[in-house]
């Protein structure tokens, strides 16, 4: 099977409060929404924003709990940008986590959560190129 | 800022238990291992997963539970993809969520959840476009 992901669906309560954090914080623009879901065209797969009653009766699973055990990443192409991201995304309702300090592996990153509690991890890796379409390679 | 997503990450209880899901049956290849993570390069970003406590303690957060509200979904492109896929993670540690079966929307999907809970919905959506390598391209 191709190494491929196509979607990531995060649930969440009210979807104008989830808006404010990812197109106000973030800055990014929705592909497509409707009254229960949201997308984001990311780099190459997208970014869902689903009631979560409405996720948890896709799943067929309910008991859906948080914080869930994972983290999404952002990379950004400056240092300087962590901290400034990570206070942006805290203006817009999102919590920090962990201010921006300097990995084992090198770089920096810090940790904010959305407004549902979902963990975004804002980081700067000199060592994984981003390509100008986003796309990201590892490196070490 | 970018329309970007570098990594989504995965708390993982036994690196061994995860790594049969992941490459016993979807198939994959790391690109990295340690002790404690593993990463696969996927479609312009990384999977990484790693041990729920070590992703705890640089998230500076306690208290992650399961099933979080999230899941993320992997494309195929042929329909009978499906339900064989599905029972390929079901025969190498994952758990059948929902059975092969048609969405509002049109296509076939089910989920699976992996052997951490993580719930992975396997799909066949003809009006999302997959490029050779992987770019997946919201579509109506």
Redesign the interface.
Known sequence: ???????????VADLALSKRFYVGG????P??ENAEIV?????????GTWL?NA??A????C??????????????RAEQDVQQ?LERLAAHGGTL??GADK?PSGGLRG?V?DP?D??W?I?F?PA?P??AD?????G?
Chains 1, 2 share one sequence.
């Open positions: 099977m191709q190494q491929q992901i196509s979607v990531i669906t995060l649930g973030f800055g990014w623009a592909v497509f997308f984001y065209q990311m780099n190459g797969l997208m970014l979560t996720l948890a896709d799943m067929q699973r008991g859906l709990s948080r914080p869930g055990a994972f983290s999404l990443a952002h990379n950004v991201l986590l962990r990995p940790y959560a549902d979902h963990a991890e980081a890796n994984w981003i390509s986003g796309r990201v390679t590892f070490l």
